[in-house]
């Protein structure tokens, strides 16, 4: 038991890679809440797939491992490392604006933790919790498109019907003009991308001539039906992050004839032409403000507990083919 003269502790779990390839819930004490601090707990997390799959798969490459870091990521790439960075939980000591307010937070998967007041956000109005997980993956989405920049009427092909990709059109599919179309290997996507205002096609049904085209599929064949979908003097924006994979790209057949576009977009910084206007808080507080739309539910295809997340991260890292949005739910 602490005596009068020891600041009072918060018990806490966390999940932690250990190894590539092995998670595990640790337990930890916090330390006595700091002035301008906040004591948060976790409702839900969300799990991001691809870059957590790769980090847990321990395929963060040695050049990368800085600017990987979350921003309250603890331990290093590849492990033991704690990381993560969709939490949303209810504050329980602070600043009285904030006491009693449900948040979102760039956290790991932890139980209880402490932070800055001013790393926190309240959830707008009507935006339930356990949809705010996916705030982080809708502010991917927005920055891709400030850096690709569409027009009005353009024709916009989505390649990868995973999570990001379905933002991504769904947001285009909300310009008007635009007919946007999901490309994808399961048919089973279809449902879904009709539901949020896009087509939807197999690979080789996909229509052509798309004045941008958007991969999220991280798969090579998915960023070689990319580049063949693409419209004369087409943008091909490459969302996907492939770690410490080589990956081999059709650069020739007709992508010098068409004049085609090749770009990068990651969402560790704001995109170019918004850079000068738009902070990373702005941004992704109007990711958050956009999640009031109940069909964003639908992403949301699996849901565990909280200590079922060793095992969740596993599962997704060898290729759950049938998940979207995985959330982790915790005890009250």
Known sequence: MASPSTPPTTSAQACWTVAPGRAEIRSEALPALADGEVRVRTLHTGVS?????????????????????????TGEFPGPVKYGYVNVGVVEAGPAELLGRTVFCL??????????????????????????????????????????????????????????????????????????????????????????????????????????????????????????????????????WYGNRSVSVPLGEAFHSQRLTLKSSQVGHVATPQRGRWSHRRRLELALSLLTDPVLDRLITHSAPFHELPNVLERLSTGAADTLCHRIDYPI
């Open 107 to 240: 956290y790991p998967h932890q139980t209880v933790f402490h932070v800055p007041a001013d790393a926190v956000l309240p959830l707008p109005s009507g935006v339930p919790p356990a949809r705010a997980v996916l705030a982080a993956n809708l502010e991917t989405a927005i920055n891709a498109l400030w850096d690709a920049s569409p027009r009005l009427g353009d024709r916009i092909a989505v390649v990868g019907g995973g999570t990001l990709g379905l933002l991504v059109a769904w947001l285009a599919a909300r310009l008007p003009g635009c007919e946007v179309q999901v490309i994808d290997t399961q048919a089973g996507r279809k449902e879904i991308a009709n539901a949020l205002g896009a087509s939807f096609a197999l690979p080789a049904d996909a229509r052509l001539d798309a004045a941008l085209v958007v991969h999220t599929s991280a798969q090579a064949a998915g960023l070689a039906t990319a580049l063949r979908l693409a419209a004369f003097e087409a943008t091909v924006l490459e969302l996907s």
């Open 49 to 73: 797939r691809g870059t957590e799959g790769l980090v847990f798969r321990g395929e963060v490459p040695a050049s990368e491992a800085l600017r990987m870091r979350a921003p309250f990521q």
